[in-house]
């Protein structure tokens, strides 16, 4: 939870430069490109989930169907990466996730949808007595932040929902 908040304090207010000539994904009003890389990549988003609140999960999906089938549309190669920690991994859980047959129907039209849940959440949820089960081909990453760390140093753009 440390590590999170000082992350996204850390991250606070940072932009990224427009990418010229590289076809452009549309963020919805109010979104924020942020980057640690030269430039933001439109097309390689990563949408970050840490919440459980339906409506938070709801947009979460919507976005990535939104921009996914966007970039089919126009013929553009996309990849996008959802990371759940906190209470936005129960997104990403067989034994809880409302959205498990939106996420299947997802994967197998968007082969380039990816799926992460934060290892220390998993951990934690553990700990605390939770069984913890992933739906089918989602990857943990040792840790949330470390992800969106690695992803933005790579120039991927980053919407936290």
Known sequence: VVLAGLGGWALRGLEAPAVASAPQVVMPAGYQVVSLAQSADPNRVLLHLDS?????????????????????????????????????????????????????????????????????TIARFRKEGEKVELLPAVRTAPTALGEIVERLQQGWTYVRV
């Open 52 to 120: 459980a609140a339906p409506a938070r999960m709801q947009a979460v999906l919507d976005e990535a169907e939104h921009l996914l089938d966007e970039a089919a549309r126009e013929g553009q190669a996309i990849e996008l990466e959802i990371v759940a920690n906190s209470r936005g991994l129960d997104l990403l859980r067989g034994d809880v996730s409302p959205h498990a047959a939106r996420i299947a129907r997802l994967r197998a039209r968007h082969h380039s949808l990816q799926l992460v849940a934060c290892g220390q």
